[in-house]
């Protein structure tokens, strides 16, 4: 494949006027922090069937980051499945032992998967499709600083509910506004789009 095919096809998944080269657009669009899952079709775990084969999804936070009080950690993750069961006939019940089909997790660098985390910025996170074992799973990047979205940081509520959506199923959207758009932007006035 060409640069310029390669170049291309990237824009075209960021939402940007595809010209093959590496303008000012493409590269401000690639310095930004983003999802880790990556945008191309042979990401091995989204394959097959991608929902969940019942509609109560079970979740477990295994780990909280020092950068927020647990009971704010725990009420981001609530507030971002509320956010797909609202719109589902999904429902999400919290375990605090055993194995749930959602294992929450921070973690650095090379924290136990074949995508290892990249550091401060870059990569936000990253979250598998249904199944067993590892898949449903979200991993959240503890060399962030989590906060509620205001000021410096990331907004934890956000990265969880675009995470959680990749937990779903859902891959990718190449429209700026949708919540699974893969690059990090703030909104305070939270809303899906229809996209998602």
């Not at 194995?99 to 973690?107: C, Q, Y």
């Not at 509620?148 to 990331?154: C, N, S």
Request: hydrophobic share 35%; aromatic share 12%.
């Amino acid at each position: 494949v060409s640069t310029a095919k390669a170049l291309k096809r990237m824009q075209r998944q960021l939402g940007l006027e595809e010209t093959g080269v590496l303008n000012k657009e493409t590269l401000d669009a690639m310095k930004k922090p983003r999802c880790g899952v990556p945008d191309v079709a042979n990401y091995q775990t989204f394959e097959g069937d991608l929902k969940w084969d019942h509609n109560d999804v079970t979740y477990r936070i295994l780990n909280y980051s020092p950068d927020m009080d647990s009971a704010i950690i725990d009420d981001a993750f609530a507030r971002a499945f509320k956010v797909w069961s609202d719109v589902t006939p999904l429902t999400f019940t919290r375990l605090y032992d055993g194995t749930a089909d959602i294992m929450i997790s921070f973690g650095k660098k090379d924290h136990g998967d074949p995508y290892p985390f990249d550091g401060k910025d870059g990569l936000l996170a990253h979250a598998y499709p249904p199944g067993e074992g590892i898949q449903g799973d979200a991993h959240f990047d503890d060399d962030e600083f989590w906060t509620l979205g205001k000021g410096a940081g990331y907004s934890l509520f956000l990265v969880a509910a675009h995470e959680f959506g990749h937990a779903l199923g859902l891959d990718h959207s190449n429209i700026r506004e949708a919540l699974m758009y893969p690059m990090y932007s703030y909104a305070e006035d939270f809303s899906l789009h229809s996209d998602d």
